[in-house]
C-alpha cells in the first residue's frame, strides 16, 4: 500500500515563501511519477507540478511556473515543492499524489485527474494579502 504524507503547509504573506515535503513509502519500483494537486474548497483541483524518478525532468502548471520548483531525493522517497513569491490565489490544500507518466500528462495538460492513484491527506497552504 502507497503511503504519502505531507508537511510544511502554513501561513505566509503574499510575497513569502513554504516548502512543502512529501516522504513516500510502499512504492513498488524506482520507475514512478510523483507530484503535487491543489484543491481550493468548492473548486476543482489543479495538478500544479510533477516530476518522473526516471527522467528527472519537472512539469509545471502554467499558474506556478517560474515560482514553484519541485525536486525528488529517490533513495528518501521524499518530494519537495518550493514556493516562492506566493500570492493570495494560491491558498488551497495541498495534496502529494503518485500516478503513471500518462495520468500525470492527462493531469497537467488536460486536468483529468481520475488517473492519479495514490493521495496524500493533504496540507494547508494560506496566503494572506
Known amino acids: 500500500e502507497v503511503q504519502l504524507v505531507e508537511s510544511g503547509g502554513g501561513l505566509v504573506q503574499a510575497g513569502g515563501s513554504l516548502r512543502l515535503s512529501c516522504v513516500a513509502s510502499g512504492l513498488t519500483g524506482d520507475d514512478y511519477v510523483i507530484g503535487w494537486v491543489r484543491q481550493v474548497p468548492g473548486k476543482e483541483r489543479e495538478a500544479v507540478a510533477c516530476i518522473s524518478s526516471s527522467i528527472r525532468r519537472p512539469l509545471y502548471q502554467d499558474t506556478v511556473k517560474g515560482r514553484f520548483t519541485i525536486s525528488l531525493d529517490n533513495t528518501k522517497k521524499t518530494v519537495v515543492l518550493q514556493m516562492n513569491t506566493l500570492k493570495v490565489e494560491d491558498t488551497a490544500i495541498y495534496y502529494c499524489?503518485?500516478?503513471?507518466?500518462?495520468?500525470?500528462?492527462?493531469?497537467?495538460?488536460?486536468?483529468?485527474?481520475?488517473?492519479?492513484?495514490?493521495w496524500g491527506k493533504g496540507t494547508l497552504v494560506t496566503v494572506s494579502a
Open positions: 499524489a503518485t500516478g503513471d507518466a500518462n495520468s500525470w500528462y492527462a493531469a497537467m495538460v488536460g486536468g483529468e485527474l481520475h488517473g492519479i492513484e495514490n
